[in-house]
């Protein structure tokens, strides 16, 4: 099962290296769960491309290595890589103060 989204809107920092080249990238965050994050960016990346993911929400920085999973365009969809305890509780911290997003059921009928 999926885990639940909840909705964030902030600035993420990201560091990507491509072809042995630093490339720093901004995004918009648009939801956040605790396995991942979904962001526009400034720059298209890959499905596979690895990240450094910089979170900061009421001062609280959070750290992440995440790889991309999804993309349409400028929109990537990020699952969170080898997080450590304090990740993994500074992440699930931050969605407890966050509005759920309500997961859609293929299954219902209209």
Not at 70 to 89: I, K, T, V, Y
Request: aromatic share 6%; with cysteine; charged share 30%.
């Amino acid at each position: 099962m999926r885990p639940a989204r909840y909705s964030l809107d902030c600035q993420l920092k990201l560091t990507v290296y491509r072809s042995g080249q630093k490339q720093e990238l901004w995004g918009r965050a648009a939801d956040i769960s605790e396995g991942g994050v979904a962001a526009t960016l400034s720059e298209a990346l890959e499905v596979g491309d690895i990240a450094l993911i910089r979170i900061e929400v009421e001062k609280t920085t959070i750290n992440l290595r995440a790889a991309v999973r999804f993309r349409r365009g400028h929109f990537c969809g990020f699952e969170f890589l080898a997080m450590s305890l304090d990740q993994r509780e500074a992440i699930k911290s931050l969605c407890e103060r966050l509005r759920p997003i309500p997961a859609v059921n293929p299954n219902r009928e209209p």
